[in-house]
């Protein structure tokens, strides 16, 4: 059991950045029967495929981020207006 990253998902494969390399993966078909959706943030692998989705501290819907320490974020000052309930949800 190793504790991962997510950095990338492209078409199912995932790209999951652990202590010491980065390897893509798929995930489970279980969570799609359960509606988890991995994305960027924290996982745990096992016999090559990501088996859990860690606890969710936080949670970015665009672009989808989960369990972030620091985030920078560049809005338009001008158009389109710009609201902060449309992009965060604490857990």
Known sequence: ??????????GGLYTV???????????????RHEGISPMVGDVVIEDGMISQVLERRNLMR???ISNIDQVLLVFSCVEPEFSFRAYLTAY
Do not use: N, Q
């Open 1 to 10: 059991m190793i504790e991962g990253l997510i950095t990338k998902l492209t």
């Open 17 to 31: 950045k652990t202590v010491d390399d980065s390897i893509e993966l798929k995930a489970r078909g279980l969570f």
């Open 62 to 64: 665009r672009p989808p």
